[in-house]
């Protein structure tokens, strides 16, 4: 009996590990690139999409100081 428990618990263990192990994380947006202008954001955008580099993008303003709007590349 005492074997038996013991073969139990290693099989569920080691499920339980491959289970984990085999399961991909989700993949949140990261910064890719900041740029000066707009239309530069989307080309490079555009451009990762046609490299195959990622699937969707967006472009947000930044202000990182006052006065200061710069291009954030979010893919």
């Known amino acids: 009996m005492r074997k038996l428990r013991a073969l139990i618990v290693s099989m569920a263990v080691v499920g339980g590990a491959l289970f984990a192990f085999g399961s991909a994380p989700a993949q949140a947006d990261s910064i890719r690139y900041v740029y000066y202008y707009q239309s530069d954001c989307y080309n490079g955008g555009y ?5 195959g580099w ?3 993008f967006n472009c947000a303003p930044a202000n990182f ?3 200061d709007t710069r291009w954030v590349l979010w893919a």
């Open 65 to 67: 100081y006052p006065g």
């Open 47 to 51: 451009l990762g999409i046609q490299w």
């Open 54 to 56: 990622w699937t969707n």
